[in-house]
Structure formats: structure tokens, C-alpha cells
């Protein structure tokens, strides 16, 4: 397999980057640094030490003092945008996650992270009918390039179209059905508000809207009280597109409301909600955007067919060389970007809704005698009255 989301990179400096997306050029690969050695960093391999690089402005920093070789300077000439990349020529070592799991499993491991990541693999495997030597399960995060601690969280990656559904499905089922014998949870509340704790310094939901959204993904959930996340890729040939087929101009960045008519992709990263009757959010249409996408985990299965979103993120023009040009809304890019969804219908149908009740309620307290009989209907009313409208 091409080295795609869920690698690492190790350059020739020692420097370890992560991969992001399935569409990658043919002279480097698109990756954001994560870890650099430092003789002050809390991680340790083979007696040397490294720091993980949290924040986005801190990888640029030091790739701009020391490392300016893995920034394209200009925008690339695909995305549209600057992008962090490796050269493949600069590559030492590429980290695949089949294989890290696979050599976990082959051998008598006492690490506990190690241990959890080959049992929950199993676990999945089995939960899904997929065999374990099928290479379509991995290790990502810390793990893959034995930089994890005790207590670091366990990174899954399930490569492929169809194992992905399956492992998807069968996730659902555990975490829906809950079996004392396997340990495996959704998370608690106090769990949840940490979760959203973390996330909302870049990604600004409400809690309410939070914990409605998290609470129907599988991907983040516990094993044996273990933090897990799984993420879904596709593999590349199953893109639908190589590297330059489609070019991508940036736009502006933009707040969009729209419907979700194909939420087939959602589950994976990058994920990629279809939506129809789209407009700004001033109200302007905006006619010819197609699809809202992201490249980041968080916001993955994040809304289902049929209901209407807002996203805040980057507005881009696609153009092909197959079809016509479009737009797309690409979230995650920046602070700030969010995708919320509310099951309830637009604003005009909202309003018409509330006069249908309002008339069936006068109606009933009118020819039936009494409030009783409408009561319900009326608390339908102010239900509808308070809801918050997309």
C-alpha cells in the first residue's frame, strides 16, 4: 500500500510527521510534524529523547527556523494552499500501521498499550468476520512508532471501503448492546465533558450540540478504561481521483448552511457529506456547492442524510478535468471551523409547522371542550417555538 492517512515519516533528521489524506504527489508525501528529538522532551526511544509538537503555529515555527525544506513555501500548485510535506527522497523510515500491528501480535507482548491494541484488534476482527491476518487493521497515534506511554491513548486505523463498514457496523453493535463480558463502553459523562474540553479551544459546538453529535459516532469510545479512537480510510484506489486530476482554489473562509443528501463517506477520514440547497449564511445561494469535506477525525460521521448542517470552514472552487467546476466547504483547516446539525426542518417549513399545530390546537380546545385534549399539541407548539433553527 502507498503511504497514505494513519503513516508516519521519519526524515533523515530524526524528525517524525504524520500522514494526511489518500491523494498524495508523486515526489513527497503531505504530512504535519508531530514529534522532534529534544534532550527535554518526556518521550524516549532508544535512548533518545523527543518532544511531541502540539500546536499548529509550534510545527511552523521550527520548520521554518531549521527544517524549511518540508514547507512548500508557495501554495501547492493541487491544494491551492501551503502544505507541510516530506520529500520521498527525504524519507529514513516510513511507519506502516498493518505491519506495527502486526508485529505486536506475532510476539509475546507485555507492554499494556500494546497489549490492548492487539486484543481490541482481535476483538474487532472477530465482531466484524474480518480475519486478522487480512492487513486491514493497523496501529496509528504514539503506538506505531513506539513513542507511547502507559497511560497513552489507543489508535485503531481500518483500511479499505468495505472492512471499514464492517468494523463500523460491528462497533455499533457493541457499543449499542453492551455485553458484561466485553469491555468495551461509551464514554461517561465526566469523560465526555473532558473530550469536549479538548476539543472546543478549535472547534467552538455548544455542549448540547456536542454531546448529541459524539454520542451517535462509534469511532471514540473505552476499552478495559482505555481512551480509543478508530478512524476509517479508504484505500487509494478507491478515492475516485489521483493527485492533480481535480485542482482546488481557495475562496475565502465562509459559514454555510446546507442539506445532507449522501452521507456515505462520512464514516471515513477524510470524510465527505453531499449536500443540496446550500446558501451563506447572509442567505445568499450558493448553487454549485456540492459537497462539505474535512480531513480531520472529529469531524467524521458527524451528520446523516436528510438533516440540515452548518459548517464554518474554507470555501474552495474545484475545477476537472472531467464535469464542470463546483465548490466545496472544507472543514478543519483553521480555529473556529465547526459542522453542526440539527434534525429539524429549514425556517420556512419550521414556521409553517408551528401554524399547522397552532390551528389544529385552537381546533380541538374549540369542538372538544376542553384544553386536555390539545394539550399535547400545544407542548408540541413550544417545542417547536424554542427549537433553535438552523
Excluded at 486505523?157 to 457493541?174: C, M
Aim: net charge neutral.
Amino acid at each position: 500500500m502507498e503511504i497514505i492517512e494513519g503513516f508516519a515519516v521519519e526524515t533523515t533528521e530524526g524528525l517524525i510527521f504524520t500522514v494526511k489524506g489518500i491523494i498524495q504527489p508523486p515526489d513527497r508525501v503531505i504530512a504535519y510534524l508531530r514529534y522532534v528529538p529534544d534532550p527535554r522532551g518526556d518521550r524516549q526511544r532508544v535512548g533518545v529523547c523527543y518532544r511531541r509538537v502540539y500546536q499548529f503555529e509550534e510545527q511552523l515555527a521550527i520548520l521554518q527556523a531549521d527544517f524549511p525544506s518540508y514547507l512548500s513555501g508557495a501554495a501547492d500548485p493541487v491544494l491551492g494552499i501551503p502544505v507541510q510535506s516530506v520529500p520521498r527522497a527525504a524519507i529514513n523510515r516510513a511507519y506502516d500501521p498493518r505491519q506495527r500491528l502486526a508485529e505486536i501480535s506475532q510476539r509475546d507482548a507485555n507492554d499494556p498499550l500494546e497489549v490492548a491494541a492487539r486484543d481490541l484488534a482481535e476483538l474487532l476482527c472477530a465482531a466484524s468476520g474480518l480475519p486478522v491476518s487480512s492487513g486491514s487493521v493497523g496501529v496509528t497515534g504514539s503506538l506505531l512508532f513506539a513513542l507511547h506511554t502507559p497511560d497513552s491513548d489507543l489508535d485503531l486505523v481500518v483500511y479499505g471501503d468495505a472492512p471499514a463498514r464492517a468494523v463500523h457496523r460491528a462497533l455499533l453493535r457493541l457499543l449499542d448492546a453492551p455485553d458484561p463480558a466485553i469491555p468495551v463502553r461509551r464514554l461517561h459523562p465526566e469523560e465526555m465533558t473532558a473530550l469536549h474540553a479538548a476539543h472546543r479551544p478549535d472547534t467552538p459546538l455548544a455542549w448540547e450540540d456536542f454531546v448529541r453529535l459524539q454520542s451517535r459516532k462509534v469511532n471514540e469510545f473505552r476499552f478495559r478504561e482505555r481512551a480509543c479512537f478508530v478512524r476509517f480510510v479508504k484505500r487509494p484506489e478507491e478515492a475516485g481521483e489521483r493527485y492533480g486530476e481535480r485542482r482546488y482554489e481557495p475562496v475565502g473562509a465562509a459559514t454555510v448552511r446546507a442539506r445532507v443528501t449522501d452521507d456515505r463517506d462520512a464514516i471515513f477520514t477524510p470524510c465527505r457529506y453531499v449536500v443540496a440547497e446550500a446558501m451563506l449564511e447572509d442567505g445568499a445561494p450558493v448553487a454549485d456547492l456540492r459537497e462539505i469535506v474535512s480531513f480531520r477525525g472529529r469531524f467524521s460521521d458527524q451528520a446523516r442524510a436528510g438533516e440540515w448542517v452548518v459548517g464554518r470552514g474554507s470555501l474552495e472552487r474545484v475545477t476537472s478535468q472531467r464535469g464542470a467546476p463546483y465548490s466545496r466547504l472544507v472543514i478543519g483547516g483553521q480555529a473556529g471551523d465547526y459542522l453542526r446539525c440539527k434534525c429539524v426542518a429549514p425556517r420556512q417549513k419550521l414556521v409553517a409547522l408551528q401554524e399547522i399545530l397552532s390551528g389544529m390546537g385552537r381546533v380541538l380546545v374549540a369542538y372538544s371542550g376542553g384544553v386536555d385534549s390539545a394539550y399535547l399539541l400545544w407542548a408540541a407548539l413550544d417545542v417547536l417555538g424554542s427549537a433553535r433553527v438552523l
